[in-house]
């Protein structure tokens, strides 16, 4: 004989072994929460900030972990969206279908975060096109040309996106951005495909949600931000310190940081 076991016998015998064994050996790896910001349950939303209204092409804020990452970890981050199938987001004439998305990419920046607020190793880059939502048409419960939920009219819809790391580990104190283009700028504007009143370029109405204090982990900068943008009002200090790179933005973020999450396990 090869000493081979037979097809039938080899499947018994896993079947053997699998009953002794404990039921935790087949369990998923634990997960752990180590830094959140984002809001359970996730509002109708909230403040933003709109890359293209501040000529924005990258923001993010200072994170201090609750406990260390491991090997895998995902990152969510909430964004608003003020898109419309058709029409604008304030003055009642939105009309998106239920359920309506466009696709957009988006790129997570990690950076250590060094002395004195400055930006230090980028330890994670990720790049990933959504499927985002457009927000729900006007409604007539809304005298602001909002949508309607739950007795609250809201002008942009809030939703998470998220992006899963592996073999990253992200230092204790960091630096999350959110990075993508729109038409005119970011890395790689889009124009110059035309927006019109249809609204055909959701992605310039597409923000970042903004909160107060994490429930898990820390703000280490709580009224810094930090940014690149071409506009010198979009900064505390006017752009005075300069306008086009990232950089700390110091002083006036108190209560206005990114909403992130961080699991690991």
Same mark, same amino acid.
């Given at each position: 004989? *090869?000493?081979? @076991?037979?097809?039938? &016998?080899?499947?018994?015998? +896993?079947?053997?072994?699998? #009953?002794? %064994?404990?039921? =935790? ?81 988006? *790129?997570?920046? @990690?950076?250590?975060? &060094?002395?004195?607020?400055? +930006?230090?190793?980028?330890? #994670?880059? %990720?790049?990933? =096109? ?136």
């Amino acid at each position: 004989m *090869s000493g081979r @076991i037979p097809t039938r &016998g080899a499947f018994l015998a +896993i079947l053997v072994l699998a #009953a002794l %064994l404990p039921a =935790t050996a087949f369990a998923a790896a634990p997960t752990e929460v180590i830094y959140n910001s984002i809001p359970t349950p996730l509002p109708g939303n909230v403040p933003s900030l709109g890359f293209a209204a501040t000529s924005t092409s990258e923001f993010g804020g200072a994170v201090q972990l609750a406990a260390p990452s491991q090997t895998t970890t995902k990152v969510s981050i909430t964004m608003s969206s003020w898109a419309c199938q058709s029409g604008g987001a304030e003055d009642g004439s939105c009309v998106s279908e239920m359920g309506s998305k466009f696709e957009w990419p988006l *790129s997570l920046h @990690i950076y250590a975060l &060094g002395v004195g607020g400055t +930006i230090g190793t980028q330890v #994670a880059s %990720l790049t990933k =096109t959504f499927k985002l939502p457009y927000r729900p048409s006007a409604s007539s419960k809304c005298s602001n040309g909002g949508w309607y939920r739950m007795g609250s009219c809201f002008h942009g819809k809030l939703f998470k996106v998220s992006f899963a790391l592996k073999g990253v580990t992200i230092p204790t104190q960091s630096i999350v951005a959110l990075a993508y283009n729109t038409s005119n700028y970011g890395a790689h504007p889009a124009a110059p495909q035309p927006c019109n009143t249809s609204n055909n370029c959701p992605y310039d109405s597409l923000n970042v949600g903004l909160t107060g204090s994490p429930t898990v982990g820390t703000a280490p900068l709580p009224e810094d931000a930090f940014l690149s943008s071409t506009w010198g009002g979009a900064y505390c200090d006017n752009g005075v310190t300069g306008t086009g790179s990232f950089r700390l933005d110091a002083g006036c973020w108190g209560g206005y940081q990114p909403q992130i999450e961080i699991v690991t396990g």
